[in-house]
């Protein structure tokens, strides 16, 4: 799962192998068991011959209640990648069925992602819809 959300990013991102690449590893590894372990993530895989070639990925986190969402519960879909070999096979579409049945299940009634340009067809054709309210702060550039 490291390798595919570092190989996601790179790709997502526009970049190459950087010296960042080990540090980001260990500390997706690190987010990924913490996230496990406290029930903040769960994640679907597709394999091929027991080497993983499609990841999927939900995270949970709550906000104030509002009316729209009274129990301030979210859904973030993330990591969602399948190797360039493996695209356009019905994969991604699958791992993402699965998650949005999990979150039903969940009690969650709002769910979030950021799109590629080559993911937004998936997530456009089950109902998702574009909203560009979002503004960014990092503090670390």
Request: net charge positive; proline share 2%; hydrophobic share 35%.
């Amino acid at each position: 799962m490291v390798n595919l959300r570092v190989e996601f990013l790179k790709e997502a991102q526009k970049i190459s192998n950087t010296k960042k690449d080990k540090k980001l590893s260990n500390s997706l590894k690190e987010y990924f068991v913490n996230g496990f372990k406290k029930k903040e993530f769960i994640s679907w895989v597709a394999k091929d011959n027991n080497k993983i070639i499609a990841t999927s990925g939900l995270c949970f986190y709550t906000l104030p209640p509002s009316y729209k969402n009274m129990t301030g519960k979210i859904g973030y879909i993330m990591n969602m990648y399948t190797k360039p070999d493996y695209r356009r096979t019905g994969i991604a579409t699958e791992l993402f069925k699965k998650m949005i049945e999990e979150a039903d299940k969940l009690g969650i009634i709002k769910i979030c992602l950021h799109a590629t340009d080559a993911g937004k067809s998936v997530y456009l054709k089950h109902g998702f819809t574009e909203e560009n309210t979002e503004m960014k702060l990092y503090l670390d550039e």
